[in-house]
Every structure is written in structure tokens, then in C-alpha cells.
């Protein structure tokens, strides 16, 4: 399962200070049900064009892993929850979007790495993807 979140209008103090990504990722997993197994890699980052300088962060978690790309000029962020076991995307986003003040906020749920030993396993598969992109179309 992969959720991705693109978020608009965030507070730009939080997306510029790699304290809050750090501890965002520190504490997130564990509210997901996630297991952190190494510790936050948190990074400044100042590039060639002066309004893409942000924080970069990610953490392995037992499950995959959760990453996190600033843009504090832009008042924009890429978070991505990757995890082998399903999670609560709804309730997942909403922490997200609380912890770094989204304004508008665009997201995508994915399912990752399926393997099908069978036509109703793939049946079942199919259905809730259709029933996720129907629940996605239908957001503002």
C-alpha cells in the first residue's frame, strides 16, 4: 500500500525546520502502527534554484518506509507512507495534514506488489481499486 500526499499551503516555519520533519518522523510510524527500525535521516537542502531549498527526511520502517520532501518558498510537501501491510489511509492523512497545517491537500492511495494465485484473489484486488478510484474522483 503507498499512499502519496502532495500538500498545498502549509505553515512554511515547519516545512523549513528539519527539527519538525524529524520528529514527525519519528513519532508517525508508531501512530500508524508502523515499526521504526532505524532512526530519522533528516537533510537541508539547498539547490541550484533558491525556491527548492527545503527538508528532505525519511525512516525505514519494519514495513518499508515513510519520506518527506519540503518546500518551504513554495509552501509545499511530498510525504509517501510505502507499507507491505495495509494501514488507515484516511486516518493516516489526517495526522499528516494536521502536522505540517495543510491547506489543500491531494492524494493518491496505491496498491503495491500484488500477486494473484487466483482469479478471485485478483477479482477482489480489482474491486477495491475500482472502489478507491471511485472514493478518490469523487474528493475536491
Not at 525546520?17 to 510510524?29: A, C, G, W, Y
Not at 513554495?74 to 509517501?80: C, K, P, Q
Not at 495534514?97 to 477479482?123: C, I, N, Y
Request: glycine share 8%; charged share 25%; hydrophobic share 40%.
Amino acid at each position: 500500500m503507498h499512499l502519496l500526499i502532495d500538500g498545498y499551503g502549509c505553515d512554511a516555519g515547519q516545512l523549513g525546520d528539519t527539527e519538525h520533519v524529524r520528529r514527525f518522523l519519528d513519532d508517525f510510524p508508531g501512530s500508524i502502527s508502523m515499526t521504526k527500525i532505524t532512526e530519522p535521516s533528516v537533510h537541508l537542502y539547498k539547490g541550484p534554484v533558491a525556491q527548492d531549498w527545503g527538508v528532505s527526511g525519511f525512516v525505514i520502517i519494519a514495513e518499508s518506509h515513510i519520506s518527506v520532501h519540503t518546500f518551504p518558498d513554495r509552501a509545499y510537501v511530498n510525504i509517501d507512507v510505502f507499507s507491505c501491510l495495509e494501514f488507515d489511509a484516511e486516518e493516516a492523512l489526517a495526522q499528516v495534514r494536521e502536522r505540517f497545517a495543510m491547506g489543500t491537500v491531494k492524494h493518491w492511495v496505491l496498491d503495491r506488489g500484488l500477486v494473484h494465485l487466483d482469479p478471485s484473489t485478483a477479482q477482489k484486488a480489482v474491486e477495491a481499486e475500482r472502489a478507491s478510484l471511485t472514493r478518490a474522483a469523487s474528493r475536491p
